[in-house]
């Protein structure tokens, strides 16, 4: 018994490691002011930063840029200085520095050493980010500036030698160098001397060049030690170099919370400044966005993203909360959620006491009470697993078994799909998935859990003969692979009802497309005569070229699906018959559609395959008239489409009865030939008919001659195809 309660944990401990569940939403993280535009181009400035073209309340004192819209793309200015990035978190820009030089010619010296000065701002030329770099052989370069005291660095490089060993990538004093800088520099200016005019290494450094570079940016290359300014006009005289801003004056201790030019607003906190220079903002763990703005800093949806959540036990509950999230066990379990593998179990508690009072022979209740959990899961289990059975065998399961045991059929295309499988794929058979409802059941459009679009029938078993046209149409259809078949990919046994699954063809049946009210939907005469040629040769592909002889039995015009480009795709082979199976074609009952019977086979009960020559005939007469098969509005005598056909024929009339758009399209003689072939199929000698197989070559035939090698002609065909397309 305590191994039963022992086994039921395990299993809950073992359930399978699906990710937590997560209940959250996300939003996006707003960086400006509500009111404010805060865009140059396609860069966003965030708050404290503000456009000198928005309202002042849109960016604190000494942050406002420029937007240079005259150049293109637009650019990012701070006085004139080009802002390249700017970020919260490193509080840091980007800006554009110049290049100072001392260059030397035979006759002239040429220089420039510029000055930076961001006093009025609060900024500072980042220590960390930048280094004072120079270049060049016969100098000694220094920067000058203010933090507080007098502050001067410099670099003295001698290097006669071209040969003296300059590492390309490596500025190690060797025609390279580099100091770094102070905290909190706010100005400073560069000069550069040489020490003898650069008359000795004239031949391969002329100039020499200082500037304060980001320290991830320059790479010391040889060749920047050549040419005469060329390192300076490569680089457009500029260099990025790093500023630190910070909001300044006071450390967070001394700045007062209530003050309203406190800059960290909700659910944000202060600290100093890496610059020394003030105070900057930071969002509270659990938040984001910009801690400037009134609700910037917006709390982290923790539990959307598996890496920022803790929340690792298979089925813990991941709920997010202001500033964090709550990973719980769900109802009947306990634990610590947070833990993978074993986080959750149903009652650890109870489990422990359960060890303890079994070991005291105490808690045997509370095992017994598993026990008969356990049991009953077994048995309902069990009960499942019988009404599966069940459902198999009533489902033709033994009969399918029969079949495959037989060798009559391969099966190794077809799937057979689980009910549930099936429940999830038809979102539990709803309504609006209902695609047709017929003689042998309702259609639903499904989708597979691969993302495969199917229709599968629910077939109504009613008796016996239900049944074994259900598991006729599995054989059959099993055997077939020709593209104007309709594909099955599978069935089901063990649902309440049997299910076909078949490959899912998007515009309808042929009969409701002949007789829909909407004649503008029409199509052309050439795809009639496509749609005509294409059943044709599936049908003939199923009395000669298939495996075994198969009957279709009813050809109709509901049972021939089209795809959206009028492919034609034969389905609903419930009475179909593989000939082998059924050598006497002898039935004790007359199975098919009224309307396409073949007269003879409805007096000798035999059905031969120039019964479906038949049927095809009545699919070729609605082609060609759009009438109904079974009409009650034409007189008596004319009701149905057959006789009408032939008494105009006879009359010579016939030419009144057909459709009038394809008398527009169709040449005379085409027309002619299809009509004829029509009257060939419906004679009432069997024996005089054409085989299918002739009647899908002159078909074939008429649609090549059809398809001319004047260019205007087909043109047109091409034209009004699309114009249907379009039109649907
Ligand atoms: C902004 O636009 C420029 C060019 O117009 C492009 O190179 C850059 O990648 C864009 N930046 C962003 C963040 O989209
Ligand atoms: C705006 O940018 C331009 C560069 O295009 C610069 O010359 C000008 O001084 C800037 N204006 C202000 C007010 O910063
Ligand atoms: C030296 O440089 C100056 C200005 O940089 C230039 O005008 C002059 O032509 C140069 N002389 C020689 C010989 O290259
Ligand atoms: C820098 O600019 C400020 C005003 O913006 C000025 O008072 C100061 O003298 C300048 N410093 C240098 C070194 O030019
Ligand atoms: C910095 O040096 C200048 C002259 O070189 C001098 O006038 C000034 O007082 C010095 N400033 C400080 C803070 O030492
Ligand atoms: C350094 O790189 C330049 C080009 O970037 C190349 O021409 C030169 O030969 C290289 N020198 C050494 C020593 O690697
Ligand atoms: C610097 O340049 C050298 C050679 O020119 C190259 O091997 C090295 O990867 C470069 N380093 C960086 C950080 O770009
Ligand atoms: C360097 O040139 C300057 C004039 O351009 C001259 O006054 C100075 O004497 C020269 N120095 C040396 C060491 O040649
Ligand atoms: C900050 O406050 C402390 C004492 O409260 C004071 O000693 C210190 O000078 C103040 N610092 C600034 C920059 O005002
Ligand atoms: C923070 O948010 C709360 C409620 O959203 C609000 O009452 C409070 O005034 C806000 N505080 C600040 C500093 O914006
Ligand atoms: C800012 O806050 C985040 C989490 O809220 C933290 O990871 C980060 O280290 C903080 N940064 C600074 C500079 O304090
Ligand atoms: C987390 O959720 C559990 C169960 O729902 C609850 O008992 C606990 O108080 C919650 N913790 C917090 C911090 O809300």
Redesign the pocket.
């Known amino acids: 018994m305590a191994l039963v309660g022992m086994l039921l944990l395990q299993l809950l401990l073992w359930w399978p490691p699906t990710t937590a569940i997560s209940i959250s939403s996300s939003s996006s993280v707003a960086m400006v002011k509500p009111h404010c535009k805060g865009k140059c181009w396609n860069v966003t400035v965030p708050y404290p930063f503000g456009l000198d073209d928005d309202p002042i309340s849109c960016y604190r004192e000494g942050f406002k840029l420029n937007c240079s819209t005259t150049l293109d793309p637009p650019q990012l200015y701070i006085g004139n200085t080009e802002v390249l990035e700017m970020s919260l978190l490193p509080a840091q820009l980007r800006v554009l520095n110049y290049i100072g030089y001392d260059c030397y010619n035979s006759t002239d010296n040429d220089y420039d050493f510029p000055s930076f000065n961001v006093s009025a701002r609060p900024f500072t030329f980042s220590d960390t980010g930048n280094r004072f770099t120079v270049i060049g052989c016969d100098n000694y370069a220094r920067i000058t500036g203010l933090n507080g005291r007098n502050f001067t660095s410099g670099c003295s490089m001698i290097c006669n030698d071209q040969q003296s060993g300059f590492i390309n990538g490596s500025c190690s004093g060797i025609g390279c160098c580099q100091t770094s800088i102070p905290k909190g520099l706010k100005s400073f200016k560069l000069y550069i001397d040489s020490y003898n005019n650069h008359t000795d290494v004239s031949d391969f450094n002329p100039c020499a060049y200082a500037f304060l570079v980001d320290s991830e940016w320059y790479n010391f290359s040889v060749s920047d030690l050549r040419g005469y300014k060329d390192f300076y006009n490569r680089n457009r005289q500029n260099v990025p170099m790093v500023l630190d801003w910070a909001i300044e004056n006071y450390p967070c201790e001394n700045v007062s919370r209530s003050d309203p030019s406190y800059a960290c ?2 659910n944000s906190e202060c600290f100093n400044s890496p610059n020394g220079r003030g105070y900057l903002c930071n969002c509270s763990l659990g938040y984001q966005g910009n801690p400037y703005l ?2 910037g800093c917006q709390d982290v949806d923790e539990c959307a993203d598996p890496a920022t959540n803790e929340c690792k036990a298979p089925l813990a509950i991941c709920t997010n909360m202001p500033g964090g999230y709550n990973c719980s066990c769900p109802d009947g379990m306990d634990g610590d959620g947070r833990k993978s593998g074993s986080g959750c179990t149903a009652h650890p508690k109870k489990q422990s006491a359960v060890m303890e009072e079994v070991a005291l022979g105490v808690g045997l209740g509370i095992v017994m009470l598993l026990a008969i959990y356990w049991l009953y899961g077994v048995l309902k289990k069990r009960h499942l697993r019988r009404r599966k059975e069940i459902f198999f065998e009533r489902n033709g399961g033994l009969l399918l078994q029969e079949k495959i045991l037989s060798n009559e059929t391969s099966f190794e295309k077809l799937k057979v799909f689980t009910a549930k499988e099936l429940e999830n794929a038809t979102d539990y058979y709803n309504e609006d998935r209902i695609l047709g409802r017929g003689g042998q059941g309702t259609v639903y459009k499904g989708m597979l859990a691969d993302g495969r679009i199917v229709a599968v029938k629910k077939v109504k078993i009613v008796d016996e003969n239900r049944l074994k046209q259900f598991i006729n149409e599995i054989v059959i259809l099993s055997q077939i692979n020709h593209r104007n078949v309709v594909k099955l990919f599978g069935c089901c046994l063990d649902a309440e009802f049997p299910l076909l699954i078949y490959e899912f063809i998007s515009g309808g049946n042929l009969a409701e497309r002949i007789h829909e009210k909407n004649k503008d939907l029409l199509f052309s005469w050439n795809i009639r005569l496509k749609i005509a040629t294409e059943i044709a040769s599936a049908v003939a592909y199923l009395h000669s070229a298939a495996s075994i002889p198969i009957y279709y039995r009813d050809i109709k015009s509901s049972s021939i699906l089209l795809d959206e480009k009028y492919t034609a795709k034969v389905s609903d082979f419930g009475i179909s018959r593989l000939v082998e199976n059924d050598k006497t074609h002898l039935t004790t009952s007359v199975q098919g559609t009224f309307g396409y019977f073949d007269p003879e086979y409805f007096q000798s009960y035999q059905f031969t395959e120039k019964s479906d020559v038949f049927s095809f005939g009545v699919v070729l007469l609605e082609l060609l008239t759009v009438e109904k098969t079974i009409s009650s509005s034409r007189s008596s005598e004319d009701r149905c489409l057959v006789t009408y056909f032939a008494s105009s024929v006879r009359e010579d009339h016939f030419f009144k009865i057909l459709d009038p758009q394809i008398k527009q399209e169709g040449k005379t003689e085409e027309l002619q030939a299809v009509a004829n072939l029509a009257m060939r199929c419906l004679n009432t000698s069997g024996r005089e008919r054409p085989t299918m197989m002739e009647v899908a070559s002159e078909l074939e035939r008429l649609r090549r001659s059809d398809e001319p090698s004047v260019v205007p002609d087909n043109g047109q065909e091409v034209e009004i195809f699309i114009n249907e397309t379009l039109s649907l």
């Open positions: 607003r909700n009134d609700d």
